[in-house]
């Protein structure tokens, strides 16, 4: 898909999530023959003129002022990570054609790094912009077990091509919508990652699912919020999430995971950790420890 496609469709798209009401606008009565905000409501709220944001709309964006395209954010009520995606858009569309790039060498953490994530007394990822899971620590590591079966961890393969998915996420529906819209922002600021083309490509080839949700145009970035899984072993965890970007490696970001004290996942947790630990101490010296050690 050329940039130009990638604008329409952004832009058509975030026109469509907004209601008259919502922007403030007489709905006029009578049935409307579009979803959402017309072009010529979008220009008005924008302070452009029809002809100008048509022009942008059709992926014409690379020479908008980041003024103009500011306003078209605030008539489209976009959040700020919508907003940092328009943006690279339009940065992407006003740039020229770019080199093959060179190829990139695998992600990894310091050993420094790996300390501190075996230090912390809670769960905790460290994950890539195309969703590979880079480095765990135990708990880490025993809370998405799942995942790291694979030879190549990766939470969107397991989330839309491994059928338990379904199961270890309780909300699936929201698990897919969210990792298609956090692979779709990674795809908006370097679209030259031909590993995160490929895994795109091959997700939109085998899952449907995936195919619904990509083609919803949404953008995320994972900050802080709540999940709850269902684990294999222990039930249903709920948690509070916290994302942290790893300094002096660009892209990778550790992810923790928390209860409340005394919750029920509180106490799944421990029990969690005392399974890890066990299994741990069995495994025969001289051989690696399970875990990520390896990535994509």
């Known amino acids: 898909m050329s940039i130009k496609d990638d604008v329409r469709e952004f832009l058509v798209s975030r026109r469509g999530n907004v209601t008259p009401r919502q922007a403030g606008l007489p709905d006029g009565g009578g049935e409307r ?12 709220l924008a302070g452009v003129s029809l002809e100008y944001y048509t022009r942008l709309e059709r992926g014409n964006i690379g020479g908008a ?26 940065r992407r569309a006003g740039a020229p054609r770019a080199r093959r790039p060179e190829p990139r060498t695998e992600p990894e953490v310091s050993t420094s790094v790996q300390r501190v994530l075996d230090s912390m007394a809670v769960p905790a990822v460290v994950v890539d912009p195309r969703q590979n899971i880079v480095a765990a620590n135990l708990l880490g590591r025993a809370m998405h ?15 839309f091509l491994d059928p338990r998915a379904q199961d270890f996420y309780v909300d699936w529906a929201l698990a897919r919508s969210v990792n298609a819209a956090m692979l779709r922002r990674a795809a908006g600021r370097d679209p030259l990652d031909a590993e995160l083309t490929a895994l795109v ?96």
Request: without cysteine; glycine residues 6%.
């Open 33 to 44: 023959r579009v979803p959402g905000l017309r072009r010529e409501e979008v220009a008005a």
């Open 65 to 90: 002022s980041e003024s103009v395209l500011r306003a078209i954010s605030e008539a489209l009520r976009l959040d700020d990570v919508e907003r940092a995606h328009l943006l690279d858009l339009a």
């Open 145 to 159: 077990a799942p995942h790291l079966e694979a030879d190549r961890p990766n939470f969107a393969r397991f989330i």
């Open 201 to 296: 490509g091959e997700l939109s080839t085998r899952s449907p699912r995936f195919r619904e949700d990509w083609a919803r145009q949404d953008v995320h970035e994972h900050r802080t919020g709540r999940k709850v899984y269902r684990h294999p072993e222990v039930g249903e965890l709920d948690v509070t999430y916290d994302v942290f970007e790893l300094p002096g490696s660009p892209g990778l970001s550790v992810t923790s995971y928390t209860a409340e004290p005394g919750s029920p996942t509180a106490e799944r947790f421990a029990l969690l950790a005392s399974l890890a630990a066990s299994r741990t101490d069995r495994h025969r010296p001289g051989q690696p420890r399970p875990g990520v050690t390896a990535t994509e």
